[in-house]
C-alpha cells in the first residue's frame, strides 16, 4: 500500500511540473519582443484599395489591416463623431512571437477649442499605420 502512495505522489508532482511549464511559455507568447517602426500614413499616402474600404467603413468604429507592396496597413478607425478636433494616439506598436500588438487612443476636442466651421460638421476620427510587412496576426488593444 505505501508503495501505491509514493508512486501515485510521484505522478501527480511529475504532472504539475509539467502544468507550470505549459503556463510559463503561454505567456512568453505575448511578450514584447521589439517595438516597431510606423509611420502614420496622410490620407494622400494610403494606396487607393484601402482607402476605398475604410470609406465604406468610416462611419462605424472599425479596425482592420491590409497587406501591399511587402508593408502592412494597420487601420482603427472610430466611428462617425458629432464635430471635428479629434485626435489619435497611437500608444504601443510591436510585434510578440505570435502576433503584432497595436493599442490607440482617441482623444477628444479640448472644449472651447472645435471652431465654428468644424462645430456642426460630422468628422470620422482614424489613423492608418504603415510598418514592415511581417506575416502575423494584428490584435487590437
Do not use: H, W
Not at 514584447?32 to 502614420?40: A, G
Not at 470609406?55 to 479596425?63: D, L, M, N, T, V
Amino acid at each position: 500500500m505505501d508503495k501505491k502512495v509514493k508512486i501515485i505522489a510521484k505522478i501527480v508532482i511529475v504532472l504539475a511540473a509539467f502544468s507550470l511549464i505549459g503556463c510559463g511559455t503561454a505567456n512568453d507568447r505575448t511578450e514584447k519582443i521589439k517595438d516597431l517602426d510606423f509611420t502614420v500614413l496622410a490620407d494622400d499616402a494610403i494606396p487607393a484599395e484601402l482607402k476605398a474600404l475604410i470609406e465604406e467603413k468610416k462611419a462605424e468604429e472599425f479596425k482592420l489591416t491590409y497587406q501591399d507592396g511587402g508593408f502592412l496597413y494597420i487601420c482603427v478607425g472610430y466611428g462617425k463623431m458629432a464635430t471635428g478636433g479629434y485626435s489619435i494616439q497611437i500608444k504601443e506598436l510591436y510585434e510578440t512571437v505570435n502576433a503584432i500588438y497595436i493599442s490607440t487612443l482617441l482623444i477628444g476636442p479640448e472644449p472651447g477649442s472645435v471652431d465654428l466651421t468644424k462645430k456642426n460638421s460630422p468628422s470620422y476620427p482614424l489613423v492608418v499605420v504603415k510598418t514592415q510587412g511581417i506575416e502575423k496576426s494584428v490584435v487590437f488593444d
